[in-house]
T-cell receptor
Framework: NAGVTQTPKFQVLKTGQSMTLQCAQD?????MSWYRQDPGMGLRLIHY???????DQGEVPNGYNVSRSTTEDFPLRLLSAAPSQTSVYFC????????????????FGPGTRLLVL | GQSLEQPSEVTAVEGAIVQINCTYQ??????LSWYQQHDGGAPTFLSY????GLEETGRFSSFLSRSDSYGYLLLQELQMKDSASYFC??????????????FGRGTQLTVWP
């Protein structure tokens, strides 16, 4: 049981390039989400999904796209990278919104460290 | 909206007790969680308070007072491995933001030998 996996671990991009951050989970969780963490900051929600085929925006969605074609995978796409997107990106999964509001844990991946030059 | 305030740094020695405070402003929430993060790695869940009062899990306890918009994480018998960042997290109960997690900026705990 690998939990939540993210690839790549590190990435350097030039301004204007696009890329996809991969996230997968093997816990059959319906709920998946993407966060970014900037230095000295807490995590901020980018996008989330409550199940395959359903996605929605979080606090800071601009410049990012997501899709959820399977329960296991939830990729995050940067359409045209900007230096402001330099950050650490975490993917998380959980059983669902009903679990979240009962305080169930969200399982986080190890993160992808992105530098945009 | 949702906002949380917590101290940026706390230091303590091994074996001591430390309390990390969290004050919040909220338009509505289900409860307050705490997460631990070592060296920028994956955050891991520590505790959750839906109701006022103290929740105890081993060496860690968490407290919530809704009337005071205040919570804290209490770590007892500190160990070197407790050196990490600790985040208080609100879980929103408002309409379009229902179920969203709102993180504080985190408190870096350093435990000295």
């Amino acid at each position: 049981n690998a939990g939540v996996t993210q690839t790549p671990k590190f990435q350097v991009l030039k301004t204007g390039q696009s890329m996809t951050l991969q996230c997968a989970q093997d816990m059959n969780h319906e709920y998946m989400s993407w966060y970014r963490q900037d230095p000295g900051m807490g995590l901020r929600l980018i996008h989330y999904s409550v199940g395959a085929g359903i996605t929605d925006q979080g606090e800071v969605p601009n410049g990012y796209n997501v899709s959820r074609s399977t329960t296991e995978d939830f990729p995050l796409r940067l359409l045209s990278a900007a230096p402001s997107q330099t950050s650490v990106y975490f993917c998380a999964s959980g059983t669902g919104t009903s679990g979240i509001v009962r305080g169930e844990t969200q399982y986080f991946g190890p993160g992808t460290r992105l530098l945009v030059l | 909206g949702q906002s949380l305030e917590q101290p940026s740094e706390v230091t303590a020695v091994e074996g001591a007790i430390v309390q990390i405070n969290c004050t919040y402003q909220t338009s509505g929430f289900y409860g307050l969680s705490w997460y631990q993060q070592h060296d920028g790695g994956a955050p891991t869940f520590l505790s959750y308070n839906a109701l006022d009062g103290l929740e105890e899990t081993g060496r860690f306890s968490s407290f919530l007072s809704r009337s005071d918009s205040y919570g804290y994480l209490l770590l007892q018998e500190l160990q070197m491995k407790d050196s990490a960042s600790y985040f208080c997290v609100l879980i929103s109960d408002r309409g379009s933001t229902l179920g969203r997690l709102y993180f504080g900026r985190g408190t870096q705990l350093t435990v000295w030998p």
